[in-house]
């Protein structure tokens, strides 16, 4: 009797250390795929048909059309060009021409005339090139008063204000340094070492403080302005992401604080996106930046976003959920994929999605009423299969994971079909984003809170620029230009001349 319960304890253990060990093989699959294989989510199993489609459309009784020869034409496919010379460019013309005692026919020594000229064009590179603006400005005085009368008058020509008063600091260079490290992701050590190399000694720290003064002073104030734009709209889009920052106080250098994105979603004419500086990634923060919102938000699977307000709807992201079925099936042996309850899951959600493609010139109004006709019905199956595949999938192998992730933020999922403003996914806020992700693999951490601040106005400003088809530098150039001329903080009116649909037309994007 003994000896049979330990054979079956030692059964439940072999049973335990092949789980255990199947587990540990999907890992090493799927981490080998993140260090090796493609980043793209799409692959050979992404396929417009689901399941058996094919077979379950078919009907028998349909009378098959008769075939008819179609003669066939072959066309030369024509190799576009990818490149080409920008209209807006001006253009300086080099004239190669014959010296005049060359000018004589070799055969008869007549005179030559033109009978016509070659032309071929090149793109000129000019680099950054810096110059010194010396402002003089007259001042006037009356020569009878400075004669006959106690006082004199004193006049004196108009001045544009500068940037950052008692500073070199010209608004060019300011929108150029910015530009270099937030669009370009050039740090300013970097920006330091290119400018000493031409003979200018600019100092990081100089430029740092360029960069927190024009934005407290001219940035802050668009970037508030901006905010209440955004949170009057209906529907919006969320993410965060981590920064480090060094002199952060009660924190160490390593810990990490948080970068947040708002932004607006595809039914707004003029687009804004908004970062914003967090020490953490508390639900309060989400929570004070919306304080004044009432609508829809997209969002990641994040629980913090489920803690917002009632007024509040948070609608779930389906790529978040398609990436679940598309990690464990890229953690399965190659050969067990064709078959594997995964790649069914995952073709539900391609489905979903190739609707959502057939929807997309739909007006809002179309739209929901085709999700609910089309779309809702197999969501219901997709969730119904879930349900019923739950009850015998371990929780923590892949799919075990995609099932109860996509069964966990159901109630969030369904909530794109309740408008058709809504979208599926949260690939707006991913995509607006990785531009911050991006910069700051190079230039790693902000040093304080008021640096991190700063950059989330700076980032806010130029994404905006981008998303509205403006120039970054182009467009704070005209701010640094003209908000020192205009008392912004004192007169909300000339505040919507430095909206981002309000610049002036030299600051597009395409010149």
Not at 294 to 304: E, M, S, T
């Given at each position: 009797?003994?000896?049979?319960?330990?054979?079956?304890?030692?059964?439940?253990?072999?049973?335990?250390?092949?789980?255990?060990?199947?587990?540990?093989?999907?890992?090493?699959?799927?981490?080998?795929?993140?260090?090796?294989?493609?980043?793209?989510?799409?692959?050979?199993?992404?396929?417009?048909?689901?399941?058996?489609?094919?077979?379950?459309?078919?009907?028998?009784?349909?009378?098959?059309?008769?075939?008819?020869?179609?003669?066939?034409?072959?066309?030369?496919?024509?190799?576009?060009?990818?490149?080409?010379?920008?209209?807006?460019?001006?253009?300086?013309?080099?004239?190669?021409?014959?010296?005049?005692?060359?000018?004589?026919?070799?055969?008869?020594?007549?005179?030559?005339?033109?009978?016509?000229?070659?032309?071929?064009?090149?793109?000129?590179?000019?680099?950054?090139?810096?110059?010194?603006?010396?402002?003089?400005?007259?001042?006037?005085?009356?020569r009878d008063c400075e004669r006959d009368a106690c006082g004199v008058p004193i006049v004196k020509a108009p001045v544009n204000e500068p940037v950052i008063k008692g500073s070199f600091a010209s608004p060019e260079a300011i929108a150029h340094i910015m530009t270099q490290k937030f669009v370009m992701g050039s740090p300013l050590y970097r920006q330091e070492q290119e400018w000493n190399r031409q003979?200018?000694?600019?100092?990081?720290?100089?430029?740092?403080?360029?960069?927190?003064?024009?934005?407290?002073?001219?940035?802050?104030?668009?970037?508030?302005?901006?905010?209440?734009?955004?949170?009057?709209?209906?529907?919006?889009?969320?993410?965060?992401?981590?920064?480090?920052?060094?002199?952060?106080?009660?924190?160490?250098?390593?810990?990490?604080?948080?970068?947040?994105?708002?932004?607006?979603?595809?039914?707004?004419?003029?687009?804004?996106?908004?970062?914003?500086?967090?020490?953490?990634?508390?639900?309060?923060?989400?929570?004070?930046?919306?304080?004044?919102?009432?609508?829809?938000?997209?969002?990641?699977?994040?629980?913090?976003?489920?803690?917002?307000?009632?007024?509040?709807?948070?609608?779930?992201?389906?790529?978040?959920?398609?990436?679940?079925?598309?990690?464990?099936?890229?953690?399965?042996?190659?050969?067990?994929?064709?078959?594997?309850?995964?790649?069914?899951?995952?073709?539900?959600?391609?489905?979903?999605?190739?609707?959502?493609?057939?929807?997309?010139?739909?007006?809002?109004?179309?739209?929901?009423?085709?999700?609910?006709?089309?779309?809702?019905?197999?969501?219901?199956?997709?969730?119904?299969?879930?349900?019923?595949?739950?009850?015998?999938?371990?929780?923590?192998?892949?799919?075990?994971?995609?099932?109860?992730?996509?069964?966990?933020?159901?109630?969030?999922?369904?909530?794109?079909?309740?408008?058709?403003?809504?979208?599926?996914?949260?690939?707006?806020?991913?995509?607006?984003?990785?531009?911050?992700?991006?910069?700051?693999?190079?230039?790693?951490?902000?040093?304080?809170?008021?640096?991190?601040?700063?950059?989330?106005?700076?980032?806010?400003?130029?994404?905006?620029?981008?998303?509205?088809?403006?120039?970054?530098?182009?467009?704070?150039?005209?701010?640094?230009?003209?908000?020192?001329?205009?008392?912004?903080?004192?007169?909300?009116?000339?505040?919507?001349?430095?909206?981002?649909?309000?610049?002036?037309?030299?600051?597009?994007?395409?010149?």
């Open positions: 009797m003994k000896v049979s319960i330990e054979i079956a304890e030692l059964k439940g253990r072999i049973v335990e250390l092949e789980a255990l060990v199947k587990f540990y093989e999907e890992q090493f699959r799927l981490v080998k795929h993140k260090q090796f294989g493609a980043s793209s989510e799409k692959s050979e199993y992404d396929q417009l048909c689901l399941f058996n489609e094919a077979e379950d459309t078919a009907d028998d009784n349909v009378i098959e059309p008769e075939l008819s020869e179609i003669a066939r034409k072959f066309h030369k496919r024509r190799r576009l060009p990818n490149d080409k010379l920008p209209e807006h460019l001006s253009i300086e013309v080099v004239e190669h021409d014959l010296p005049i005692n060359e000018q004589i026919c070799s055969e008869c020594d007549g005179q030559l005339h033109m009978m016509g000229h070659e032309k071929r064009r090149e793109l000129k590179i000019i680099p950054a090139k810096a110059v010194i603006i010396e402002h003089v400005r007259k001042v006037y005085a009356c003979g200018i000694m600019l100092s990081r720290q100089t430029m740092s403080n360029w960069l927190l003064v024009a934005t407290e002073a001219w940035l802050a104030p668009i970037y508030d302005a901006l905010k209440e734009l955004l949170l009057v709209r209906q529907v919006l889009h969320a993410d965060e992401t981590t920064l480090q920052v060094l002199r952060e106080p009660g924190k160490t250098a390593q810990s990490k604080s948080y970068m947040w994105l708002y932004r607006t979603s595809g039914d707004a004419r003029q687009h804004i996106v908004l970062y914003e500086y967090q020490p953490g990634r508390h639900a309060k923060h989400p929570q004070e930046f919306l304080k004044d919102f009432k609508g829809f938000v997209h969002a990641d699977g994040y629980d913090a976003y489920h803690k917002l307000p009632n007024e509040i709807t948070v609608v779930g992201c389906w790529a978040h959920a398609r990436r679940k079925f598309d990690e464990a099936l890229k953690a399965l042996p190659e050969q067990d994929r064709e078959s594997s309850e995964t790649l069914r899951g995952k073709r539900y959600c391609d489905k979903l999605f190739e609707l959502e493609r057939k929807f997309s010139e739909c007006s809002p109004e179309q739209r929901l009423a085709l999700r609910t006709e089309q779309s809702r019905p197999l969501m219901d199956e997709f969730f119904a299969w879930l349900e019923a595949k739950s009850h015998n999938t371990p929780p923590k192998t892949g799919l075990g994971k995609a099932i109860f992730y996509a069964l966990g933020q159901r109630i969030y999922l369904e909530n794109y079909l309740r408008d058709g403003r809504l979208e599926m996914s949260n690939n707006r806020a991913e995509r607006s984003i990785k531009p911050f992700v991006i910069g700051r693999k190079n230039f790693l951490f902000a040093n304080t809170p008021r640096g991190a601040k700063a950059s989330a106005i700076i980032f806010s400003l130029i994404e905006t620029a981008k998303e509205n088809g403006l120039c970054p530098y182009q467009y704070l150039t005209y701010i640094f230009k003209n908000a020192p001329n205009w008392d912004i903080r004192n007169n909300c009116d000339m505040m919507e001349f430095l909206m981002p649909t309000c610049v002036a037309k030299h600051c597009k994007a395409d010149g």
